[in-house]
């Protein structure tokens, strides 16, 4: 028969360490899920607070009138521009600047631009100032040939004539992938929305190209000229005292 406790014979005290343990994890768990579950509140509420809060400036915008309703509409992103960090075999990595919408700030993320077998690779090569003249005159002369179309056609032939495009700034060069350099800006186009990717096939990409203008020894310099100098006119001479200027 075992002996009866009293209070001087406790209980063992490994007897008490698994319920004291049990508290302790008790509150333990208690405590972590209060503050868990206290900071998805507060992420929630941020996330509302901030919807509301984009909702509010977008309707007040759009009160104005200077701002249309379009704007603020879910619109695809079906191109990026950004550096290219990476050329690989069939890839090149961009480091692009994505904004989602007009009141979002713009986000820096590295997509991956695989080029598949339909992709076209060009540059974007910027005009030169005397390539830009040469083309202005070209364009009037469309425009003078457009006018003089326009003059002697019939109203029927006259809404058939299409007034001529104004030249554009850069034009395009067919390039490979072994011409992409890293460094350079690109823009790449795509079939799909861009807004929540990181990895996609590329329908076009354009690497932009600066005008070449000429290297500082052909640069002719220019003295600006002041206004003409007027010489100042001859003095009179002066007569002798008693002489008396001589009349005619």
């Known amino acids: 028969m075992p002996p009866k406790q009293s209070a001087n014979n406790p209980p063992p005290s490994g007897s008490s360490t698994p319920v004291i343990l049990a508290v302790v994890l008790a509150i333990v ?3 972590a899920g209060y503050i868990l579950g206290g900071a998805m509140k507060y992420e929630k509420g941020y996330q509302a607070g901030q919807q509301a809060a984009e909702s509010s400036v977008q309707e007040k915008l759009i009160a104005t009138g200077l701002v249309p309703e379009a704007v603020f509409e879910d619109t695809p992103v079906m191109a990026v521009s950004g550096e290219v960090t990476e050329v690989g075999s069939a890839y090149i990595m ?3 600047r994505m904004q989602m919408d007009v009141l979002s700030e713009p986000e820096q993320r590295d997509l991956r631009v695989e080029i598949g077998k339909d992709t076209v690779i060009r540059i974007r090569r910027e005009l030169t100032p005397e390539e830009m003249s040469a083309a202005d005159l070209e364009y009037s002369r469309q425009v003078e040939e457009y006018q003089a179309e326009m003059a002697a056609a019939t109203p029927e032939e006259a809404a058939l ?3 001529p495009p104004p030249p554009a700034p850069f034009r395009y060069e067919t390039i490979s992938l072994d011409d992409i350099e890293i460094g350079k800006v690109v823009t790449v186009g ?8 990181t990895s996609f096939t590329a329908v076009t990409i354009d ?7 000429p290297e500082p020894d052909d640069i002719v ?19 002798p005292e008693g002489e008396e200027m001589p009349m005619e």
């Open 29 to 31: 768990g208690f405590g």
């Open 190 to 197: 795509s079939a799909t929305d861009l807004r929540q990717a």
């Open 161 to 163: 004539i299409q007034l």
């Open 221 to 239: 310099e220019i003295v600006p000229t002041g206004p003409p100098v007027e010489e100042p006119l001859p003095e009179e001479p002066l007569m």
């Open 207 to 213: 690497m932009f190209v600066p005008a070449e203008l």
């Open 94 to 96: 961009v480091r692009a």
